[in-house]
């Protein structure tokens, strides 16, 4: 029997997909290449926002027909979206054509559940908090040969006023140090040059280990970075996300000295508001943040950062969001990813007053986007001339006759070449710069 495995949201969601598939590959399924040949659909859902939610809905529906057309076939759909509160409703009112059903913390389970649908049983559901023996390692198929993404936090502690994440992912569960390890080890040997540790905020690594053994010596987040620095063969180790609340003085300093790290950071900073920062619990203000880019620059001039932002967050008020264009122009971001706030039901900002029209929240979202292209423009602009070392990756997405690879600071630079020069770093001259990329032709 094959399955195919569809993905909405972020990167965790991602390599959740790649663990899921390699338990299936594991248990004797084959990966089909399409939705078409596939005997089992497994859909990994997203609840971050409102029109994730929707898209992922149309998508589900749009199955039932495929389903419809070709009894046998198992739907299994999983991740955040299953664990919200109100999924028994949700199930009730559109999900009765779904034969397995799966929360954040149980996908590993998916082909015992495959088994007894096969066997007779009709629709199991289990959206389970339980993750007592959640295994250190689970097998995975990963999508990417040189760069792979790498597990060292699940959950999250910090409940940010407006954000669904800690309520469908649970606490903040740091994995094993060892196993950690010993899967980047393992992927170096494969041939990966690039690893991504992956938590919703990296920087908490170690705190829940020393809550519970407080006399062990637990590594923290830069022990982590110093580890896996030290394993040869990966070049370049990225981490997403960092909380600026958590990132000390002292973890920028240990960052400027490892040479495969420091190039880039992602640092979410939401609002240039310090009201509307209290008013969304991130636990700093911009002075606080602007401190700490001021420390990774010092020590790292042309370190790449970038960032999250979300406008139209209850109550922020016309001047408060000049207050964020403003601040945003000051910090000189490489590039964001702007939001357009989404109420989530169960997050305190769904309940607050104030709420934003859609419509100014776009015109909100459009001045920003306009003042960090500027910006993402002008930075890329200093690039021309200068030689770069490129990791190159494959092939253009828009032409296939050119090639694709990053920077050290994980800027996407369009390149001449062949496939001969995948999984090569090479010094390349810089004779373009575009809002989005880099080009040296
Ligand atoms: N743990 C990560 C964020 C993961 S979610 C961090 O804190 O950096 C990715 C981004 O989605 C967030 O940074 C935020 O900008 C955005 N986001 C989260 N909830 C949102 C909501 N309700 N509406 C709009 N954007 C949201
Ligand atoms: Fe959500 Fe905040 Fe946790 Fe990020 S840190 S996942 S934005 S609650
Ligand atoms: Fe990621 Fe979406 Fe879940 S952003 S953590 S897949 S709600």
């Not at 955040?80 to 199930?91: A, Y």
């Not at 829940?208 to 620095?229: C, N, W």
């Not at 495969?260 to 640092?267: E, I, M, N, Q, T």
């Not at 001045?367 to 423009?377: C, D, E, G, K």
Request: net charge neutral; hydrophobic share 40%; with cysteine.
């Amino acid at each position: 029997m094959k399955f195919f495995v569809k993905t909405f949201g972020c990167q965790m969601n991602e390599h959740d997909s790649e663990i899921i598939a390699g338990v299936m590959a594991s248990a004797g399924y084959q990966q089909a290449e399409d939705i078409g040949g596939a005997d089992i659909v497994i859909v990994n859902t997203c609840c971050i926002r409102e029109s994730a939610e929707n898209k992922i809905w149309g998508f589900i529906g749009n199955l039932k027909n495929l389903k419809d057309h070709k009894p046998g076939m198992i739907l299994a759909v999983v991740g955040c979206m299953m664990q919200q509160n109100t999924i028994g409703e949700m199930l009730h009112r559109r999900g009765r054509h779904l034969d397995i059903v799966l929360g954040t913390y149980q996908q590993h389970r998916l082909p015992e559940y495959v088994s007894r649908i096969l066997a007779g049983e009709k629709q199991i559901v289990d959206i389970s908090e339980d993750n007592r023996d959640f295994p250190d390692s689970l097998p995975t198929m990963r999508v990417n040969d040189l760069s792979a993404q790498v597990n060292i936090m699940y959950g999250c502690n910090n409940f940010c006023s407006y954000c669904i994440v800690p309520y469908v992912r649970g606490r903040e569960r740091s994995r094993d140090f060892g196993a950690i390890l010993a899967e980047v080890r393992e992927l170096a040997a494969a041939g990966v040059r690039e690893v991504m540790l992956l938590g919703q905020n990296v920087n908490s690594y170690g705190k829940d280990l020393r809550r519970a053994t407080p006399d062990a010596d637990v590594p923290d987040f830069a022990a982590v970075l110093r580890a896996v620095s030290e394993i040869e063969g990966i070049e370049r180790i990225r981490y997403m996300s960092s909380h600026p609340r958590d990132f000390s003085a002292e973890l920028a300093d240990v960052i400027a000295t490892l040479p495969k790290v420091r190039a880039y950071c992602h640092l979410p900073l939401q609002s240039g508001s310090d009201r509307v920062l209290r008013a969304m619990n991130r636990g700093y203000d911009t002075a606080a943040y602007y401190a700490i880019l001021e420390r990774i620059r010092r020590h790292t001039p042309d370190v790449v950062i970038t960032t999250d932002l979300i406008v139209g967050f209850p109550g922020e008020t016309g001047e408060e969001f000049a207050e964020t264009l403003d601040f945003v122009a000051k910090c000189r971001f490489d590039a964001a990813y702007t939001f357009l706030y989404s109420p989530r039901s169960g997050t305190p900002a769904a309940r607050m007053d104030g709420q934003i029209a859609e419509r100014e929240k776009k015109e909100r979202l459009a001045r920003l986007t306009a003042v960090q292209n500027a910006v993402s423009l002008d930075i890329n602009r200093g690039y021309i001339g200068r030689t770069v070392d490129v990791l190159v990756e494959g092939p253009s997405k828009n032409n296939p006759d050119l090639m694709t690879g990053r920077t050290p600071g994980n800027k996407i630079v369009i390149c001449r070449g062949d496939m001969g020069m995948v999984g090569q770093t090479l010094p390349l001259t810089i004779t373009e710069a575009k809002t989005w990329h880099l080009e040296a032709l």
